[in-house]
């Protein structure tokens, strides 16, 4: 979808939805979720002393969450517009590199928005991580075999691109240092500002347990872990229903209903198509599936392929799931956590192995990976995970 042709579809949902909510704004009341300790538990999260930190709310506008890529050889790839190295005099090189600068949009789906703009296939789009979706974010981004004049002039409402310079390959997945945050903690009333401080000495010093945090289950829903465990066990048709129907209390009560309406009518593809028709963005990915359902009735798997960088993300998402916990079950039996823990996604028997209660739990054990083989992007390797980080803190001040 082309950029004016994305604004004209946001622009309409935006009219729809106003128009819903003066006839049932009941539908649009969300309760506040509290992220206390039960919460956190389904996400396999266990901070010890958790519900006795003082209230805070992080991402209420984008500009509450800044984060800037780092390189490998520890360049910061700024959201200043300002910042950035000069363009590089024009050389015969085969690749772009850029600065993306985005808000309001996941990486994946700054992707696809910039190889539509360009014409091009997503493969000649390459980056090194996946970003935030509601926060204001910035990485280095690739593009292969794409002249430069067509990328210097794209522009966005949602993002930019910035520091052009030419040169050889291509970003890689999981090339980067990490990544610098600026965060923006809002509190309820005055913070003393001596216990604000002794934290952040804790954390200087001993760091924290790297948990993977609710980001990685997929906003607002947070039930993707829970999809990349049906694709597991090769359950297409549940995946998909799951997807499309499973609701959400973080979800607005508008669309719980919408997917109420889809389960009410499963296997009629056309009027499940109807339901999800006004919505091309928000629904983007579930029309992908449908629509392709729609003209293959029973081919979920093929289905399924119509997003298949989603499905990475989901079996992604199981994995690091089972990360949680595996931490979490040290941390409650008052047991030593081990400096590194494997992920499941590899083909050394001996990494898995180390959730095999978890899996004996679900049914998973031995696991096999056949049921994800058909979806291209799934890499299977053995991936060490860093159970605690110790991040350097630049500064830190109370407004």
């Not at 029309?287 to 293959?296: A, F, G, K, P």
Request: with cysteine.
């Amino acid at each position: 979808m082309e950029e004016n042709a994305r604004k004209t579809a946001k622009d309409r949902e935006l009219k729809l939805l106003a128009q819903a909510y003066r006839e049932t704004p009941e539908f649009f009341r969300r309760d506040t979720i509290i992220e206390d300790s039960k919460f956190l538990e389904e996400f396999g999260i266990y901070i010890e002393n958790k519900d006795r930190l003082p209230m805070g709310y992080i991402k209420l506008w984008p500009q509450d969450f800044i984060v800037e890529e780092i390189s490998p050889d520890g360049t910061v790839f700024s959201v200043d517009p300002r910042e950035g190295r000069p363009p590089e005099p024009l050389a015969d090189y085969r690749t772009v590199y850029a600065t993306a600068v985005k808000c309001e949009l996941s990486t994946i789906e700054l992707a696809e928005e910039l190889s539509k703009s360009l014409g091009i296939d997503k493969k000649q789009i390459q980056f090194a991580g996946i970003k935030d979706k509601d926060a204001i974010t910035a990485q280095q981004i690739s593009f292969r075999g794409v002249p430069w004049e067509n990328v210097r002039d794209i522009s966005s409402p949602y993002f930019f691109l910035k520091d052009l310079v030419l040169g050889k390959g291509v970003s890689e997945r999981g090339g980067l240092r990490g990544n610098k945050f600026t965060i923006f903690v809002r509190t309820q009333g005055n913070t003393d500002e001596d216990i604000w401080s002794s934290a952040l000495e804790r954390v200087k010093k001993d760091g924290f347990y790297n948990f993977y945090y609710l980001q990685r289950f997929g906003t607002p829903r947070l039930v993707n872990f829970h999809w990349g465990f049906l694709l597991l066990r090769g359950d297409y048709e549940g995946t998909i229903e799951s997807f499309l129907t499973l609701a959400s209390s973080r979800e607005l009560p508008y669309f719980q209903s919408l997917r109420a309406n889809i389960k009410n009518v499963w296997g009629d593809w056309k009027k499940i198509k109807e339901i999800l028709d006004p919505f091309p963005i928000i629904f983007q990915n579930e029309l992908r599936v449908i629509e392709y359902l729609v003209q293959n009735p029973e081919d979920f798997r093929g289905a399924l392929l119509r997003i298949s960088e989603q499905i990475t993300l989901w079996v992604y998402a199981f994995s690091s799931w089972l990360f949680n916990y595996k931490i979490s079950s040290f941390l409650q039996k008052k047991e030593a956590v081990p400096e590194v823990l494997p992920l499941i996604m590899s083909r050394d028997a001996k990494d898995w192995e180390r959730y095999q209660g978890m899996l004996e739990k679900l049914e998973l054990f031995p696991i096999s990976f056949e049921n994800i083989k058909p979806f291209p992007g799934i890499q299977m390797k053995k991936n060490l995970i860093k159970t605690r980080v110790r991040p350097v803190l630049h500064q830190s001040k109370i407004e």
